[in-house]
T-cell receptor, first 111, second 115 residues
């Protein structure tokens, strides 16, 4: 069964706007990670947030984690056309051995 | 910096044929993971190896097998291929420090098309 469910499934914005994607999961986790994938290409690791962290920043990325609600959000500020991609959340299991991916959000940033 | 290498990048096979995908992890990484991503789907974990031993098993069909060799590279062997096996196959590697392996580094993937 799917661990992470993402919302929205697709998001279309203009350059300069902020994009927010949400992810929910079902079981306890050690950490949650966000990945980016350009049109059927490889997965690029963006950011990792541990279960004992609530917020993390990396450049234009801001991730929050609410373990009580089993949810996370990824905010991309001042979006660029080059941010157009699919974004996946993935949860790391308690054994630090497997990643379970969510369905992904397709982000389209128009110039 | 060296990344995960996968070969081939593209592979076309007929139904019922076999295929072998190769993965070369980042140097000094001791753990390899295989994922399958169908069209429009999220990546699904198949199997992983740590120090050449199978570590975890996900949704890997019985027709598939994998192993990790002494040089830490891994091969995914797929037999009796079906149309539904058409997908992007990712390999990822990590370095376990004790039991912790937070970040998996993904290769570019092998796109398998079964006709």
């Amino acid at each position: 069964s799917q661990q992470g469910e993402e919302d929205p499934q697709a998001l279309s914005i203009q350059e300069g706007e902020n994009a927010t994607m949400n992810c929910s999961y079902k079981t306890s986790i050690n950490n949650l990670q966000w990945y980016r994938q350009n049109s059927g290409r490889g997965l690029v690791h963006l950011i990792l947030i541990r279960s004992n962290e609530r917020e993390k920043h990396s450049g234009r990325l801001r991730v929050t984690l609410d373990t009580s609600k089993k949810s996370s959000s990824l905010l991309i500020t001042a979006s660029r056309a080059a941010d157009t991609a699919s974004y996946f959340c993935a949860t790391m299991n308690s054994g630090y051995s497997t990643l379970t991916f969510g369905k992904g959000t397709m982000l389209l940033v128009s110039p | 910096a060296a990344g995960v290498i996968q070969s081939p990048r593209h592979l076309i096979k007929e139904k019922r044929e076999t295929a072998t995908l190769k993965c070369y992890p980042i140097p000094r990484h001791d753990t390899v993971y295989w994922y399958q991503q169908g069209p429009g789907q999220d990546p699904q974990f198949l199997i992983s190896f740590y120090e050449k031993m199978q570590s975890d098993k996900g949704s890997i069909p019985d027709r598939f097998s994998a192993q990790q060799f002494s040089d830490y590279h891994s091969e995914l062997n797929m037999s009796s291929l079906e149309l539904g096996d058409s997908a992007l196959y990712f390999c990822a590697s990590s370095q376990r420090q004790g039991k912790r392996a937070d970040t998996q580094y993904f290769g570019p993937g092998t796109r398998l098309t079964v006709l």
